[in-house]
């Protein structure tokens, strides 16, 4: 035995899966972008499906060149933690500008999304409190209740009254209690009904956080997510996101009216305990918000191919998860049939990404594609037809 | 009302074998992820379904102790 030796029955499983597939389904490299949309993978042009540019602004040209002119002005690094090494006033003017864009009192923004979720559950929920979690939500969120001492009760997916009924089963506690959901779901893409939590949120005297990374410049008039495309915002307790989906770049943030929010950088240790945002990165979210805020068209045009792509997949025969989003994902009943299909789809020449259990809800494998506004309507077409032609080459039964 | 470390094992194994994948031979002792193949996933949702049967929240942290079938029942007869 040794220090590896626990890790035997995943190298058992990965040899396993990589046995019948000519490519590595964790271990895709880009080699070039050409665009948005379209990239270089094992030296040919492949379509872009799986990078979750949902609004095509990684490739941004106004982005690219704050980047590039802030890097000349400050360095391409900040080399600590805020809290121990100094703030650059690029962090400062984002955070206001994040809190303007919410409506907010306040906003921290934190190295990674991860961070940032883990940040915020971690140090929010204490040693007395009860975290009540999604099923579904990401593991992110999960590792921040780990990290919180507090006591950790899951509810069924989705399931507002599975919540309601855990809720009342807890009971008076002398700690608070805090629920955690997200907008949109990262395998499915499935919806959260917002409304409905928050009358139970309130009728409970819980707080609620949400996760908006799915639905962060998708969903809203304003692309502030779902919150606000129900009309619930002032209910949410804090928002929390990342900058690696929609704005393009990488980072993440929490927004709340709390006074308090500001004593949360001197304790919460995902914040304090890594260096900062380096100057570059600033500038090209702070670009790339200000195109999100400039631009509804964007949200327009991604919802316009989302819903082609989605009913085209069911019009095809494709089983396929409730909602239309940025994200969409078939589903599949076996892992081999599902390695073998994500194999066919790149090889046909689009790459989208492989979902396994049990990072996939109900044990079942998913083929996720992400959708941008970048992608044109021949390019989803091409990607529908992609699809058909490896379910045929795959021998998977289509409705 | 299931009450003692014996009643609710027997409960949870029940629920476990209207499992078709689970092992027809399991007993107090079996280990719930070696001998059972459970994945992290499973063995969450199993104990939500356990909760609902019960009427008892098992807060995720209590898990990490849980080995078998008996630590499972030990857990929750704490919590009642």
């Known amino acids: 035995m040794d220090i590896f030796t626990k890790f035997k029955p995943l190298e058992a499983a990965f040899d396993q899966l990589i046995s019948f597939t000519p490519h590595n389904p964790f271990g895709v490299t880009i080699q070039k972008t050409l665009s948005a949309t379209v990239g270089i993978i094992n030296g040919k042009e492949t379509l872009l499906f799986g990078t979750n540019n949902y609004l095509g602004l990684s490739q941004s040209e106004e982005a690219k060149k704050a980047a590039a002119e802030t890097a000349l002005i400050f360095g391409v690094g900040t080399t600590g933690s805020r809290i121990a090494n100094g703030s650059y006033s690029l962090h400062q003017a984002l955070e206001h500008e994040l809190a303007q864009f919410f409506n907010r009192r306040s906003c921290m923004v934190f190295s990674t999304g991860y961070q940032a979720t883990l940040g915020m559950v971690s140090t929010l929920a204490g040693k007395d409190d009860y975290l009540f979690l999604d099923a579904d939500c990401h593991a992110s969120i999960y590792d921040g209740s780990r990290l919180s001492q507090a006591q950790i009760i899951r509810f069924r997916h989705n399931d507002p009254e599975d919540l309601r009924k855990r809720l009342r089963r807890v009971g008076d506690i002398s700690g608070i209690k805090l629920i955690v959901v997200e907008g949109v779901y990262s395998m499915l893409g499935d919806i959260i009904p917002l409304k409905e939590f928050v009358e139970i949120k309130k009728e409970e005297n819980a707080y609620l956080m949400i996760d908006e990374a799915h639905s962060f410049g998708v969903f809203g008039q304003h692309g502030r997510g779902i919150a606000e495309r129900d009309n619930v915002e002032k209910n949410i307790d804090f928002t929390v996101g990342t900058f690696s989906k929609s704005l393009g770049t990488v980072g ?16 919460t240790r995902p914040y304090m305990f890594t260096a900062s945002l380096p100057p570059e990165i600033i500038a090209a979210t702070r670009e790339n918000l200000k195109i999100i805020a400039a631009r509804p068209e964007l949200r327009e045009t991604l919802k316009r191919n989302a819903t082609q792509f989605y009913y085209a997949l069911q019009q095809a025969g494709f089983k396929t998860g409730p909602d239309v989003s940025s994200v969409i994902s078939i589903i599949l009943d076996e892992i081999p049939q599902a390695v073998h299909f994500w194999n066919r789809v790149l090889e046909l020449g689009a790459y989208i990404n492989l979902s396994l259990p049990p990072a996939t809800p109900d044990n079942r494998p998913l083929l996720r594609a992400s959708i941008a506004a970048a992608h044109t309507e021949a390019q989803i077409d091409q990607l529908v037809k992609i699809y058909i032609q490896a379910a045929k080459d795959v021998e998977v039964t289509l409705n | 009302m299931a009450e003692t470390v014996k009643e609710i094992s027997k409960i949870i194994i029940q629920t476990l074998l209207e499992n078709p994948k689970v092992p027809r031979n399991i ?13 992290s996933l499973a063995v969450m949702n199993f104990v939500m379904e356990i909760e609902d049967k019960l009427d008892v929240s098992v807060p995720l942290d209590r898990l990490t102790d849980v080995r078998t079938i008996r630590d499972l029942a030990d857990a929750i007869v704490s919590l009642k």
């Not at chain 1, 943030?253 to 929010?261: A, G, I, N, T």
């Open chain 1, 252 to 267: 993440g943030y929490c927004v709340s009216d709390y006074p308090q929010m500001d004593q949360l950088r001197l304790c």
């Open chain 2, 27 to 39: 007993s107090p002792e079996s280990k719930i992820i070696e001998d059972l193949e459970f994945d």
